[in-house]
């Protein structure tokens, strides 16, 4: 069977045994200021995440395969979805059986297009500042910070609750939302890759950075 692209949580991301990790964002910014302190900004992109990932120790066996999956995306050239291991669950549905099955989807924008509203969430279900969410638009994949906690309606919709980063062109209502195992598609970064170092049948040290592929 073919290697397939973007990789799958289970064909990567569930495999890792993840020590460490720095959940980042890297802002594509130009500052300039004065001498009284006063600074402007203007954002020259979006705002990327960014990982760095630390790997525990493992048998060889299992680094040899963690490093021919990485190898086999030919550096920057494919991607993979990968979830934050801190946020892999709302904080108020640490296992995921509160949401279950529901099919949840975008119900509303605000106005300052860093803002939305879900539906289809159970009666009461609450949303964290921090939660993580995936939506897909267009054969892209938005990654999104919950910025306020907020509480389903008896009829499982939110109010309108601030989002970072903004929203993508492209969004719209009825789009699908993704809260359990939220991942965000992304590249390894060149030159990144550490395979780690072996000694008798364990490797240690192994490490690698990601960045969000739009």
Same mark, same amino acid.
Request: glycine residues 12%; proline residues 7%.
């Given at each position: 069977?073919?290697?397939?692209?973007?990789?799958?949580?289970?064909?990567?991301?569930?495999?890792?045994?993840?020590s &460490?990790?720095?959940?980042?964002?890297? /802002?594509? +910014?130009?500052?300039?200021?004065s001498? +009284?302190?006063?600074?402007?900004?203007?954002?020259?992109?979006?705002?990327?995440?960014?990982?760095?990932?630390?790997?525990?120790?493992?048998y060889?066996a299992?680094? !040899?395969?963690?490093?021919? /999956?990485?190898r086999?995306?030919?550096?920057?050239?494919?991607?993979?979805?990968?979830? +934050?291991?801190?946020?892999k669950?709302?904080?108020?549905?640490?296992?995921?059986?509160?949401?279950?099955?529901?099919?949840? &989807?975008?119900?509303?924008?605000?106005?300052?297009?860093?803002?939305?509203?879900?539906k289809?969430?159970?009666?009461?279900?609450?949303?964290?500042?921090?939660? !993580?969410?995936?939506?897909?638009?267009?054969?892209?994949?938005?990654?999104?910070?919950? &910025?306020?906690t907020?509480?389903?309606?008896?009829?499982?919709?939110?109010?309108?609750?601030?989002?970072?980063?903004?929203?993508?062109?492209?969004?719209?209502?009825g789009?699908?939302?993704?809260?359990?195992?939220?991942?965000? !598609?992304?590249?390894?970064?060149?030159?990144?890759?550490?395979?780690?170092?072996?000694?008798?049948?364990?490797?240690?040290?192994?490490?690698?950075?990601?960045?969000? !592929?739009?």
């Amino acid at each position: 069977m073919a290697v397939s692209y973007p990789y799958s949580l289970p064909a990567f991301a569930d495999l890792l045994k993840i020590s &460490s990790i720095v959940w980042d964002i890297q /802002r594509n +910014d130009e500052l300039s200021g004065s001498g +009284d302190g006063r600074v402007w900004q203007a954002e020259l992109a979006p705002p990327l995440w960014t990982g760095t990932v630390t790997l525990s120790d493992m048998y060889n066996a299992e680094a !040899k395969q963690i490093a021919a /999956r990485i190898r086999k995306l030919h550096g920057a050239q494919e991607a993979l979805f990968l979830y +934050d291991p801190l946020s892999k669950y709302p904080q108020a549905d640490p296992d995921g059986t509160k949401l279950g099955a529901a099919s949840v &989807s975008v119900a509303a924008f605000g106005a300052d297009n860093a803002s939305l509203s879900l539906k289809g969430l159970p009666a009461g279900y609450r949303l964290t500042v921090g939660d !993580k969410m995936q939506v897909g638009y267009g054969g892209r994949y938005a990654f999104l910070e919950i &910025s306020e906690t907020v509480d389903a309606s008896g009829q499982g919709i939110t109010p309108v609750f601030g989002v970072f980063p903004h929203l993508p062109a492209g969004f719209a209502a009825g789009l699908g939302v993704t809260l359990l195992l939220p991942a965000c !598609k992304c590249l390894v970064m060149p030159g990144s890759h550490n395979p780690g170092t072996a000694s008798g049948p364990i490797t240690s040290g192994a490490t690698f950075k990601i960045i969000q !592929k739009k």
